[in-house]
């Protein structure tokens, strides 16, 4: 079982920056793929980002790219979501997941550990 901790919302004025953190309780992400996703009041979850662990290569949502920036520290077992220049419409609970199989995928379905989420709040 891996437990899965995200860290690192708050409250932000429109334009600043964020650096969210996963990290995982027992259990090291090697061979894994690990993801953001996130989840605005009254919308379905959406995919932000996924790292390969093993390989450091990345996806992103095409909406996010340039913006938000995943990347994982290896030596301290944390995955990473940098995110810049936010605005009102990024306000959500972002979601830390890992999926063991280590599919780079974009679909929540095929992650199989999640996190508690974190609330990012963007004010105007």
């Known amino acids: 079982q891996v437990q899965l901790v995200e860290s690192g919302g708050g409250l932000v004025q429109a334009g600043g920056s964020l650096r969210l953190s996963c990290t995982a309780s027992?259990?090291?992400?090697?061979?894994?793929?690990v993801g953001w996703f996130r989840q605005a009041p009254g919308k379905e979850r959406e995919f932000v980002a996924v790292i390969r662990w093993s390989s450091g290569n990345t996806y992103y949502a095409d909406s996010l790219k340039g913006r938000f920036t995943i990347s994982r520290d290896a030596a301290m077992n944390v995955v990473y979501l940098q995110m810049n220049s936010l605005n009102t419409a990024d306000t959500a609970v972002y979601y830390c997941?890992?999926?063991?199989?280590?599919?780079?995928?974009?679909?929540?379905?095929?992650?199989?550990?999640w996190g508690q989420g974190t609330q990012v709040t963007v004010s105007s």
């Open positions: 997941a890992a999926n063991s199989q280590a599919k780079y995928s974009d679909y929540e379905g095929d992650y199989d550990y």
């Open positions: 027992r259990r090291t992400f090697v061979r894994y793929t």
